[in-house]
């Protein structure tokens, strides 16, 4: 019965999870976010060259580029927390301390691809 | 709402899909870094700007970078390039598409929708693999 789970939607508003939640959630986000825009892109260019290219063109937006730069880069960095603390789960301990250190990494590394991006669209 | 129960411990479908996401996470990072190493060394460097050359980076091949303008040297179109080209393919559509079916299942407690729900992204992922191959291959040895 342990096992059980019945957490529902409601439930999980009030559950106050902090970094680690906020990280699962983003990471669930990003994930479906990857899956709908790569998943577009293939099946536009795949089997409609016209409506492949209208796609592109809004892919290649500045905006939807941050949104889609975002997605990646987190989902990225994040799984590559969770593959560290899976492969060594003494590290769980400091589970909240590793999300830091990950934003640490995301900050920098979205910095950078952000203002190539804005400044490359605003120019262009 | 009810969620789905816990998955059992052992040598389950659920264990093996969890290695998987793992395994293929490696595996998209490892192809990640040899394909923008060559890029750049390729010439990519001087002559792409940052979104072809993530484009590059992950599909060379003629069809996916075609509107850049670019003139690297054909190096990429060899059988390697396409095996790695195959390889983003197999792990990024399966490790989406097993992230999608584990998101959706979280949130179906009935046995028989969740049995719909895993048929159709089967289905999708047939498809995704079909239309990225014929994307991939589109260059010819």
């Not at chain 1, 590290?91 to 952000?114: D, K, N």
Request: glycine share 10%; with cysteine.
């Amino acid at each position: 019965m342990a096992r059980e789970r019945n957490v529902g939607v409601f439930d999980g508003f009030i559950y106050r999870g902090g970094g680690p939640m906020l990280a699962w959630l983003l990471h669930r986000i990003s994930g479906i976010g990857i899956v709908v825009f790569v998943g577009l892109h293939i099946l536009a260019n795949a089997f409609n060259g016209q409506i492949g290219s209208a796609i592109n063109t809004v892919f290649m937006s500045w905006v939807f580029q941050l949104l889609v730069f975002f997605c990646v880069i987190f989902h990225a960095i994040n799984g590559l927390r969770i593959i560290i603390l899976d492969l060594w789960p003494a590290l769980l301990e400091h589970q909240r301390e590793a999300i830091w250190i990950e934003w640490g990494f995301f900050l920098p590394i979205y910095a950078i691809a952000a203002i190539v991006i804005i400044s490359k669209g605003l120019a262009g | 709402m009810q969620s789905r129960p816990a998955p059992q411990p052992g040598l389950t479908f659920e264990y093996l899909m969890w290695l998987f996401i793992r395994i293929s996470g490696l595996g998209l990072y490892l192809v990640a870094l040899v394909g923008v190493t060559a890029a750049l060394v390729m010439g990519a460097r001087t002559q792409l700007d940052m979104g072809t050359l993530i484009r590059w980076t992950f599909f060379p091949n003629s069809g996916h970078v075609a509107n850049a303008g670019v003139d690297l040297e054909l190096g990429w179109v060899s059988l390697l390039w396409q095996i790695m080209q195959g390889m983003a393919v197999v792990f990024g559509v399966t490790h989406g598409m097993n992230g999608l079916r584990n998101i959706l299942e979280d949130f179906i407690s009935n046995k028989g929708t969740r049995l719909v729900v895993r048929v159709i992204i089967i289905l999708l992922w047939i498809l995704f693999l079909y239309a990225a191959f014929t994307l991939v291959l589109s260059d010819t040895l």
